[in-house]
């Protein structure tokens, strides 16, 4: 006999995904922090931008804060950091393919958030 999500084609929403606590544990460490998701997001809506770009998109953020919070997203792999040589020196900031893959999480978290207003 066959389960019933092959016969419907889609997973029981009681259904959790197959990992460990150790690695659900690090994947929320790589995205925790007050701007890691708001610097994905705003890397969706625009894929390559500047720093001052970022600052402009998300004005409650100091400098300092979004620069650490960048360099955090790049050693994790999420965000990738090209710097052109010229003068003064330009600095842009990209998604990684394993940043793009988290485009299905926002998708699920933004219709979640509509579902749910003022919460």
Known sequence: MTSTDNKVGYSPKSVRPACSAEQAEA???MLEGRWKLVIIFRLFERPVARLSELQRAIPAVTQKMLIQ?????????????TVHAQVPPKVEYGLTDLGEALAPV?????????RNPGR
Do not use: K, N, Y
Not at 72 to 79: S, W, Y
């Open 27 to 29: 994947a929320l460490r």
């Open 69 to 81: 919070q960048l360099r955090a997203l790049e050693q994790d792999g999420i965000v990738t950091r």
């Open 106 to 114: 926002f998708e699920h978290l933004l219709s979640w958030a509509a």
